[in-house]
């Protein structure tokens, strides 16, 4: 069974800073998603970015970037020139894609204070 | 980007009743629909998975009886919790896709708030 880890229960940091969160995963799978969804105060699921394991090239959006590194199934969000309205709950996720299952398994989740 | 609301937002009910919680699918047609259990700082779990006109797989662990999920159409999907029980308070999450495109993304509701008095 796949698994998803995040490491960092609660992270602070300054306002304009760069933040980086952690997540590792297990699983034997060769095709599959990876995802960083935040769920800020409203709980609405957010996605913030996301992976196919086929591809080597570490996906951006905006100032959301990760770190994938298949290889030692690694795959953390970086947050860069951090915002007040990026506080929130991220969660790292594991995504067979259909016709497996695409059931998506989440991580425990790091809470994320951005500090004014 | 896709939407799917979920109605109510927020119910309370007394032990040993039941309570149904809808997840639509507004602008896309859902034919898989998932259900996410949350509880307070914590993360998502995932209960079951309804494909529309099918019977829902539920996960291990997830009672069957007591989380009835009906999944009669491509739009909308039910979760019935019956005769709940104060532990069953806790926050619900529908998310939906359409595996008739090669879109892997899931779009999710707003959730619902379930307080059992």
């Known amino acids: 069974a796949q698994t998803v880890t995040q490491s960092q229960p609660e992270m602070s940091v300054q306002e304009a800073e760069t933040v980086t969160l952690s997540c590792t995963y297990d699983t034997s799978e060769n095709n599959y998603y990876l995802f960083w969804y935040k769920q800020p105060p409203s709980r609405q699921m957010i996605l913030v970015i996301r992976?196919?394991?086929?591809?080597?090239q570490n996906a951006t959006e905006n100032r959301f970037s990760v770190n994938f590194q298949k290889a030692a199934k690694s795959f953390s969000l970086k947050i860069s020139d951090s915002q007040l309205g990026d506080t929130a709950m991220y969660f790292c996720a594991f995504m067979k894609p259909f016709p497996r299952d695409d059931k998506i398994i989440f991580g425990k989740g790091t809470r994320l204070h951005i500090l004014p | 980007g896709a939407v799917v609301s979920q109605h109510p937002s927020w119910v309370i009910c007394k032990s040993g009743t039941s309570v149904k919680i809808e997840c639509r699918s507004l602008d896309f047609q859902a034919t898989t629909m998932f259900w996410y259990r949350q509880f307070p700082k914590q993360s998502l779990m995932l209960m079951a998975t309804?494909?529309?006109?099918?019977?829902?797989?539920?996960e291990q662990g997830v009672e069957k009886d007591k989380f009835l999920i009906n999944h009669a159409s491509l739009t909308l999907s039910t979760l019935t919790v019956t005769s709940a029980h104060p532990e069953d308070s806790s926050f619900y999450i529908c998310s939906a896709r359409d595996r008739t495109t090669p879109s892997y993304e899931q779009y999710f509701g707003p959730g619902t708030r379930l307080t059992v008095t």
């Open positions: 992976q196919e394991a086929y591809k080597q």
């Open positions: 309804s494909n529309e006109g099918s019977k829902a797989t539920y």
